[in-house]
C-alpha cells in the first residue's frame, strides 16, 4: 500500500494549508519520515515479522496512545492496514488486547538510587495467547513495555521474545518499529492539535457582527 504522506494523513493536514506549508519547508525531515515508515512497516523482504505482525504492533501501540476506547485516525489507519493482511478475527483479538491492555503511564523504577522514589508502578500486559498466537502475544507484551514502561525495558525483557521464537533481527526490527511510532504519533498528535488551532483561528478572528453593528451605529 503507497501512501504521499502518512503523517499528513494521520494529522489531517490539508495539502495547501498553513500547516502543509510549514512540513515542506522540512523536505529532509519528510522523506526521512515517510522512508522510516516504509523501511519498517511496509519492507521489501519483512524477514520473520511479517507484514502482519508488524501492521499488529502499529494498530496496538496507536491504540494504546488513544485516550479513550474511541479510535483515533491513527488507530483507525493501522486496523485497516491490518485487516487488508489477517483475518478479521485477529484484527479484533488485537483491538481487544490494546483495550484491555491501556493505561496512562509511563511507568518503571528508575536505576538511578537518587531517583527510586520518583518510580511509579503500573500494570503489565498479559495478553491472550490463544487468540493472538504466543508469538504475536509476546511481541505485543514487549510493545506493552517499551510504549508505557519504558524504564523497565532491561536485557533480561527479551527473554520472553526469545522463548516465543522470535530471532534476533526480528527482535531488533520490532524495537525500531516501537521507536518509530512513538515518534510519529507524538508528532501527529502535536499536529493534529496544531491544526485544531488553525482551523478555530479564522473564527476567533473573525469581528462579532453585533459589535460591528454596535461600532456603525455609533458613527
Do not use: C, K, N
Not at 20 to 32: F, G, S, T, V, W
Not at 117 to 127: H, I, N
Not at 195 to 207: G, L
Amino acid at each position: 500500500m503507497s501512501h504521499d504522506d502518512v503523517i499528513d494523513h494521520l494529522a489531517g493536514i490539508r495539502p495547501g494549508s498553513p500547516l502543509a506549508r510549514i512540513r515542506l519547508q522540512r523536505p529532509d525531515a519528510r522523506e526521512h519520515a515517510h522512508r522510516s515508515f516504509l523501511a519498517l512497516l511496509e519492507p521489501d523482504e519483512p524477514g520473520q515479522l511479517r507484514l502482519v505482525d508488524r501492521y499488529a504492533v502499529a494498530a496496538f501501540v496507536a491504540l494504546l496512545h488513544d485516550a479513550s476506547t474511541e479510535r483515533s485516525r491513527a488507530s483507525a489507519f493501522y486496523l485497516e492496514l491490518l485487516a487488508d493482511e489477517a483475518e478479521p478475527a485477529l484484527v479484533d483479538a488485537v483491538a481487544r488486547a490494546a483495550d484491555s491492555a491501556r493505561a496512562t503511564g509511563p511507568y518503571g523504577r528508575y536505576r538511578e538510587p537518587a531517583l527510586h522514589g520518583e518510580s511509579v508502578a503500573g500494570p503489565l500486559a498479559a495478553l491472550d495467547r490463544a487468540a493472538l498466537g504466543a508469538p504475536l502475544a509476546a511481541a505485543l507484551e514487549h510493545a506493552h513495555l517499551l510504549t508505557l514502561h519504558p524504564r523497565d525495558a532491561r536485557p533480561e525483557a527479551l527473554r520472553a521474545l526469545e522463548v516465543a521464537g522470535w530471532s534476533a533481527d526480528a527482535v531488533v526490527s520490532l524495537s525500531q518499529l516501537v521507536a518509530f511510532l512513538a515518534f510519529q504519533l507524538r508528532l501527529v498528535h502535536g499536529l493534529r492539535v496544531l491544526a485544531a488551532r488553525e482551523a478555530a483561528a479564522p473564527a476567533a478572528d473573525a469581528p462579532d457582527p453585533a459589535s460591528t453593528t454596535l461600532q456603525e451605529t455609533r458613527a
